[in-house]
Antibody
Framework: QVQLVQSGAEVKKPGASVKVSCKAS????????MHWVRQAPGQGLEWMGI????????SYAQKFQGRVTMTRDTSTSTVYMELSSLRSEDTAVYYC????????????WGQGTMVTVSS | DIQMTQSPSSLSASVGDRVTITCQAS??????LNWYQQKPGKAPKLLIY???NLETGVPSRFSGSGSGTDFTFTISSLQPEDIATYYC??????????FGPGTKVDIK
């Protein structure tokens, strides 16, 4: 079945970088855009950016420009989100999500990856 | 950037009650609005797409309406399993997406 499986929880120090993976299965990886959304503890959802797994093109929310990099590996059907210069405010659950059936609606989600930034 | 507001931020209602949540966009977004349900510790789930279309498999007690800047999400008869936070999300200025701040629904 269609699923997105993310990498495990991470603990990082301020100033470090984190790279979260999202492995897709059950569908043609290059056919659907992938998004990253994060959620700080007790807070709402925040869209971070989008990657086209086919060509690798990306677009990022202005808030994360210069700090986030989204990439993909078509050989393993995996997308990656790397966030640099981490600060405590980046402590959050990071989700990958795709709009496979409903255009521009996130109808499939990964399970989430908790990233904790703490000294 | 398009800003989204939701009201109320939280509500308590009894089982069987009709629950209504509103979402307002800072500019006209046509019907480019989706609604999600998120239960604690879980990823969000798409309920309504394009403002008023029920996602496959979602109970018919959920509905959405509106266009332009004002949108409404309704649970016609609240059930215990509906306890969650509900978010609206706009996609008018692609590839930018914006979520509303959320509405937490509890049982009274």
């Amino acid at each position: 079945q269609v699923q997105l499986v993310q990498s495990g929880a991470e603990v990082k120090k301020p100033g470090a970088s984190v790279k979260v993976s999202c492995k897709a299965s059950g569908y043609t990886f290059t056919s659907y855009y992938m998004h990253w959304v994060r959620q700080a503890p007790g807070q709402g959802l925040e869209w971070m950016g989008i990657i086209n797994p086919s060509g690798g093109s990306t677009s990022y929310a202005q808030k994360f420009q210069g700090r986030v990099t989204m990439t993909r590996d078509t050989s393993t059907s995996t997308v990656y989100m790397e966030l640099s210069s981490l600060r405590s405010e980046d402590t959050a659950v990071y989700y990958c999500a795709s709009d496979m059936v409903r255009s521009n609606a996130f109808d499939i989600w990964g399970q989430g990856t908790m990233v904790t930034v703490s000294s | 950037d398009i800003q989204m507001t939701q009201s109320p931020s939280s509500l308590s209602a009894s089982v069987g009650d009709r629950v209504t949540i509103t979402c307002q966009a800072s500019q006209d977004i046509s019907n480019y609005l989706n609604w999600y349900q998120q239960k604690p510790g879980k990823a969000p789930k798409l309920l309504i797409y394009d403002a008023s279309n029920l996602e496959t498999g979602v109970p018919s007690r959920f509905s959405g309406s509106g266009s332009g800047t004002d949108f409404t999400f309704t649970i016609s008869s609240l059930q215990p399993e509906d306890i969650a936070t509900y978010y609206c999300q706009q996609y008018d200025n692609l590839p930018r997406f914006t979520f509303g701040p959320g509405t937490k629904v509890d049982i009274k």
